[in-house]
């Protein structure tokens, strides 16, 4: 009897469906590949569920970088998260690495991109991807990389890796910045940053920490002016950047601000 293959189980995720049917066909060809393709975010975290569910998860995902980006008239639309409901919504396909690394860390992923982008190319890493690949490189290439990041190696175009430190290094950069301003505030104003992250209004941060309104109002003027920001939302990016999380569980709705005013 012959050894038995492993077979290594790969997801393509490209919204350009006779790239994505023609890239799962090349993969396919291959004695130790398994192949499939979703043509959407959602779609994907489908596969990936079903998947799990039935005992045979994927091992490598091949994400489009520029998945959800354009719309169907070339029209340009800002990223979105991974929606929980797995609703038909255009992802961004850096927030659906970012999602399927915290949701199933084993699965390793593969951005592929059109051109290279030190930016894009960074935000993926940062994101959890295991590697960038060109989307016109050889199948052979391709199939390199991805038994390499089943070995948890990373890999980066060589005339990228320059472009993609230089932008680690930078927002390394931006949040220790954001983190020496957040470590600025007293103890209460954290709490209360927090409570702003989580997405709280001012009535609902008073009620949290059993405080006035009128002072919770004075908290959030101090947190604003301490971060030397001059809106909300803009208090709540930093904060993130600074790797604060919210005050318990999030709630629906987002960060309102009328009129310059905080709500």
């Known amino acids: 009897m012959g050894v038995p293959v492993v077979r290594i189980r790969v997801l393509v995720v490209d919204d350009h469906r006779i790239f994505a049917e023609s890239l799962a066909a090349a993969l396919a060809a291959e004695p130790d590949v398994e192949v499939a393709a979703a043509g959407n975010g959602p779609a994907a975290l489908r596969c990936l569920e079903r998947a799990a569910a ?26 979105v998260p991974v929606p929980a409901d797995g609703e038909n919504a255009p992802v961004d396909g850096i927030s659906l690495v970012a999602g399927v690394r915290s949701g199933r860390p084993s699965v390793r992923t593969v951005v592929l991109a059109e051109k290279d982008d030190p930016r894009r190319a960074a935000l993926a890493l940062q994101a959890g991807a295991f590697g960038w690949v060109a989307k ?9 990389v991805i038994r390499g990041v089943l070995r948890d190696e990373t890999h980066l175009p060589p005339a990228l890796l320059t472009g993609v430190l230089r932008e680690l290094t930078a927002a390394r950069k931006h949040r220790t910045e954001s983190e020496q301003l957040v470590e600025s505030l007293t103890p209460r104003e954290r709490e209360v940053l ?9 009535k609902a941060v008073a009620e949290r920490l059993f405080l006035s309104p009128h002072t919770v109002r004075t908290h959030m003027q101090n947190v604003l002016g301490k971060l030397g920001v001059h809106s909300t939302l803009a208090a709540v990016a930093l904060a993130r950047r600074a790797g604060v999380g919210p005050a318990g569980p999030a709630l629906a709705g987002n960060v309102v601000e009328r009129g310059g005013q905080l709500a």
């Open 54 to 79: 039935e005992g045979r998860g994927y091992d490598v995902m091949l994400v489009d970088a520029e998945l959800g980006i354009l719309g169907p008239a070339g029209d340009r639309r800002a990223p």
């Open 194 to 202: 927090r409570c702003m992250v989580a997405g709280l209004g001012r």
């Open 136 to 144: 016109d490189c050889s199948l052979q290439r391709l199939l390199v």
